[in-house]
Each structure stands twice: as structure tokens, then as C-alpha cells.
């Protein structure tokens, strides 16, 4: 009797070492960085061999939480890898334990603790670290007298692009950030003297553990400058040669009319007339309140370059949607919303 005894207590003991090992098995670590830099995003990742149709949640515990909340899920066959970002925000990265929920069933994994690894100074650091970043596409275009505007739209996987600050800026802003799982997308717009034909910047790989140069040559086209500076068409000369061209037109179209005694003649001249017009109507001027934000584009989102210090009297260049274009002193020009348009 006592040998059946011992016998099902060695089986239960087995059993429940067994189910316990089970239960561990079924979520682990699997991938956490060994070191991380400065400011870096990274991701931290776990294992579950449960059944995809299990409920689990993760509380991760001390101050470090997660940049989203949702972790990013990729399943393989049996297997089901969990994956959360963080961003280191002091000298050391520390995490004292996580609690996981597995269908009611409650497990802690023990404390992660990662290095954090200085960089060492570069020239022309923007101050991003990434496995990898692409600039999409970009844009320059006159900002004021002595200044140009260049819009870059970055990507970027496992990235600050947050921090992202060029040495080189005048001004300098971001906007239309976006992060999904690893990837971040951002525009990043900066201000810089008109005499610089080139914009260089670098950023810290974190797979190859180097410095990677960037380099965008600033050219601005005949239709950027044009939108920006043509802030008197009557003074420009190829606006004077449009004159003068539809005047000679119209005494062209008159005499024809007067000699062939036909009306198409006199139509066409008539239509050249009501287009000469057009060139000599003024552009609409509007008053601006003090204080109203000058936005770099016509967004609400948008970078503010300078503040209206005053009540100002201003050209209107253009409209967008509730937004108004102006050119400001210095020849300044931006955005301003419909709302900050005093009356005359």
C-alpha cells in the first residue's frame, strides 16, 4: 500500500513539475538587445507557443513603457512572436519585471536589464538612430530674401526621428509624424541661407554600427521661385513681354477687323482685351491681428515660423483651403488662418 502511495506521489510530483513547465514554456523572451544608444528605439521581443486563439496581455513594470501600446504580432506556424518598442531616456535601461496574462493565468518574467552606450561625436549628426532611413523625396523652395525652404519626407525603421535636429538649420520642423511597428515616417522641414546649394546631415546606423552620410543637392526651379517671389506681377519683365504681346494682339485682331469687316476678328480681340485686364487687377490686400502665427504650410499641424507682432496690412497670395498666403517683412511669406484676418 505504502509502495502504491509513493508511487502516485512521484507521478502527481512529476505532473505538476510537468504542467508547470508547460505553462513556462509557453511565453519566453525572445530577442532583447544586448546594448542600445542614446535615445535609441528599440524593440524587445517575446515567444509564445500557446494556441493563436489565447488571450494575453503584457504589463510591463517599473517607469518603462512601451512607445505603442499594441505590440507588433507575426505568427509562424506554432509559434507566436510579440514584439514591443522602447526608447531609452536615461543612462541605464531597466525593466523590473513583466507580467504576463495568459488565458487568466498570471506569469512573471524576470527584470531586463540593457547597457546604454554613448555615441561618440560626429559631424553633421542629426541626432537619429536607426536600423536603416530613406529620404522618400524632397523639395526646395524660396522661403524669404535670403532663405530657402526644403521639405523632406524621411523613413526610417526602429527610429527617433522625433529627435531629428540638423546643426546646418536656420529654423527647422517636424510634422505628419507616424509610427507603425518598426517603421516611422516624418516631414522634416528646415530653413537655410539661399547661398547654400547642398544639405548634408548623417544619422547612426544601428545595424552597421556606424555613421551613414546624407546628402541633398537644394536647387530651386523656375516654378517654386515664381509662387514665392512674383509678389508684384507688374514689375516682372516676363509679365511686361505678356503685356505688351496681347496689346499688340489686340490692335492686330482690330485691324484685321476693320479690313475684313469680319466679327471673328473682333471677338478674338476682345477676349485678348479681357485678359490684358486680368493682368492689371491688384492683388487683394488683408489685415492681419497681432499675435496670429505665420505657419510655414497650410496645415494645423504646420511649424510656425514668426509671429505677427502687430496689426499688418498684407498682400494675399493665394488661398487654401481656411488658410491664406501673405508676405510678411523681409520679405517673408507663409500661411495664416482664415480666423486671424482682422477687418480693414
Known amino acids: 500500500m505504502r509502495n502504491i502511495q509513493s508511487y502516485l506521489l512521484v507521478w ?4 505538476t513539475l510537468f504542467s508547470t513547465g508547460l505553462f513556462a514554456n509557453d511565453v519566453e523572451y525572445s530577442y532583447v538587445p544586448k546594448k542600445v544608444y542614446e535615445k535609441q528605439v528599440f524593440p524587445i521581443s517575446f515567444l509564445s507557443t500557446s494556441d493563436q486563439d489565447d488571450t494575453i496581455n503584457f504589463d510591463f513594470q517599473g517607469d518603462k513603457t512601451p512607445i505603442l501600446k499594441e505590440p507588433v504580432i507575426i505568427r509562424n506556424g506554432s509559434k507566436t512572436f510579440y514584439t514591443f ?12 519585471s513583466v507580467y504576463i496574462s495568459l488565458n487568466g493565468k498570471r506569469k512573471t518574467l524576470s527584470e531586463i536589464n540593457i547597457p546604454v552606450v554613448p555615441l561618440p561625436k560626429h559631424s553633421n549628426f542629426s541626432g537619429v538612430i536607426a536600423s536603416g532611413l530613406k529620404i522618400k523625396n524632397y523639395q526646395a523652395s524660396v522661403y524669404d530674401e535670403t532663405t530657402n525652404l526644403i521639405a523632406i519626407s524621411i523613413e ?22 507616424k509610427r507603425t511597428g518598426s517603421k516611422m515616417e516624418a516631414q522634416y522641414y528646415i530653413v537655410l541661407p539661399s547661398e547654400q546649394s547642398r544639405l548634408k546631415f548623417s544619422y547612426f546606423d544601428t545595424i552597421k554600427e556606424l555613421f551613414i552620410d546624407k546628402e541633398i543637392p537644394i536647387s530651386i526651379d523656375d516654378g517654386s521661385v515664381a509662387a514665392q517671389t512674383d509678389l508684384n506681377p507688374q514689375d516682372d519683365s516676363f509679365e511686361t513681354l505678356k503685356k505688351y504681346t496681347l496689346i499688340g494682339l489686340i490692335i492686330l485682331f482690330l485691324l484685321l477687323f476693320l479690313w475684313k469687316r469680319d466679327f471673328f476678328y473682333l471677338i478674338i480681340g476682345i477676349v485678348a482685351a479681357v485678359i490684358l485686364l ?3 487687377i491688384p492683388l487683394a490686400k488683408i489685415c492681419v491681428k497681432s499675435g496670429s502665427p505665420l505657419y510655414i504650410i497650410p496645415t494645423s499641424n504646420s511649424t510656425v515660423s514668426v509671429h505677427i507682432d502687430e496689426q499688418y496690412k498684407t498682400t494675399k497670395l493665394g488661398k487654401r483651403g481656411n488658410y491664406s498666403k501673405i508676405e510678411y517683412r523681409n520679405g517673408i511669406i507663409g500661411w495664416i488662418k482664415d480666423e486671424d484676418i482682422c477687418e480693414d
Open 156 to 177: 526610417a525603421h526602429d527610429a527617433n526621428l522625433e529627435d531629428m535636429y540638423i546643426p546646418d538649420a536656420l529654423k527647422d520642423g517636424l510634422e505628419n509624424l
Open 278 to 280: 486680368t493682368f492689371f
Open 12 to 15: 502527481i510530483a512529476f505532473f
Open 85 to 96: 518598442y522602447f526608447k531609452t531616456t536615461e543612462p541605464y535601461f531597466e525593466i523590473p
